[in-house]
């Protein structure tokens, strides 16, 4: 996978964990998807930190990035 697909995941696993981590507090359990979740998440923007020369993506480039991700799902057809 290239980087901008690993980031795009990353960003769209923490609202994932969000949800999961309010519907946990709301039936009063413990929030085990939703750490992991999160923790998948970080290591993701770990991994991309450490292993791209120009670090982590800005977070203003997401639309853009989802956008070419749509787009080169589509191309895949």
């Known amino acids: 996978m290239d980087f901008e697909t ?3 995941l990353g960003v769209y696993l923490l609202p994932l964990a ?3 981590f309010v519907g946990a507090w ?3 359990r413990r929030p085990v998807v939703a750490g992991l979740l999160a923790a998948m998440a970080i ?3 770990g991994y991309i930190h ?3 020369e ?3 993506f800005d977070w203003r480039e997401i639309p853009e990035l989802t956008v070419m991700l749509i ?3 589509i191309a895949l057809f």
Do not use: C
């Open 50 to 52: 450490t292993m791209r």
């Open 6 to 8: 690993l980031y795009l």
């Open 18 to 20: 969000f949800v999961s």
């Open 43 to 45: 290591a993701i923007f």
């Open 71 to 73: 787009a080169r799902v």
């Open 54 to 56: 120009d670090g982590l």
């Open 26 to 28: 709301a039936s009063n």
